[in-house]
């Protein structure tokens, strides 16, 4: 079975500070992506990366970057957290080619940012 | 992406068959059907997909029309712990990202 983790369930931060959030796959997927989920807003992709090193924006990047070091790791960096960012994110990640199209999805993390 | 209608909620009895409907009129020849679920705080699980075979696995059954206007998800016996938000997704072969509608809240009744 594909296992996508992610570092924390809930957090909790105060505006203005650096928050990480982690997320590691286990099936040598290509593609990983970071989503916020809002009510009545649904998933929104925040960036993806299709390879080591290399990074592409969503739809709202801002106040966001992304590191990947390693295939199986993405970060998602809130440079300083703002009281809009608190959500639900949920990481994914993604094989590449034919027959390798499914995301598969982390349990999430509920950040909270006072 | 083609856009998907799906009914705001549903209810079905423990141990029925739970039948959960998708229209996606304008769909194209190279969008995949996706069936993904999301029981509360939890993450999107992937059930299903298919392009236009009906297909089925150890969770679930879709059923897709001829003419690929619509689909079914079919949970044979459904149990308390289907209860959740199913989402119908149609998407691109090679597309990024996965676009949520509002999907269908599924409540399973003892």
């Known amino acids: 079975d594909v296992k996508v983790t992610q570092s924390s369930r809930y957090l909790v931060k105060r505006t203005g500070e650096k928050v990480f959030l982690e997320c590691v796959q286990d099936?040598?997927?290509?593609?990983m992506f970071w989503y916020r989920q809002d009510p009545g807003l649904g998933l929104r992709l925040i960036y993806f990366?299709?390879?080591?090193?290399?990074?592409e924006k969503g739809d709202i990047p801002e106040g966001y970057s992304v590191s990947r070091e390693k295939k199986e790791r993405f970060s998602l960096i809130l440079e300083s957290a703002s009281t809009n960012q608190t959500s639900m994110y949920l990481c994914?990640?993604?094989?590449?080619?034919?027959?390798?199209?499914?995301?598969?999805f982390g349990p999430g993390t509920r950040l909270l940012v006072l | 992406d083609a856009k998907t209608t799906q009914p705001t909620s549903m209810d079905c009895a423990e141990g029925r068959a739970a039948n959960l409907p998708c229209n996606h009129s304008?769909?194209?020849?190279?969008?995949?059907v996706y069936w993904y679920r999301q029981i509360h705080s939890q993450g999107p699980q992937y059930i299903i997909h298919?392009?236009?075979n009906n297909e089925t696995n150890e969770m679930a059954s879709l059923i897709i029309t001829e003419d690929r206007k619509s689909s079914t998800l079919i949970l044979p016996h459904a149990t308390l712990r289907d209860t959740a938000v199913y989402y119908c997704?149609?998407?691109?072969?090679?597309?990024?990202?996965?676009?949520f509608g509002q999907g269908t809240r599924l409540t399973i009744n003892p």
């Open positions: 997704i149609v998407r691109v072969a090679g597309a990024q990202k996965l676009v």
């Open positions: 994914a990640s993604r094989g590449g080619g034919d027959g390798q199209e499914t995301q598969y």
């Open positions: 304008t769909i194209s020849g190279n969008e995949y």
């Open positions: 099936m040598d997927h290509e593609n």
């Open positions: 990366s299709y390879d080591v090193k290399m990074k």
């Open positions: 298919g392009l236009k």
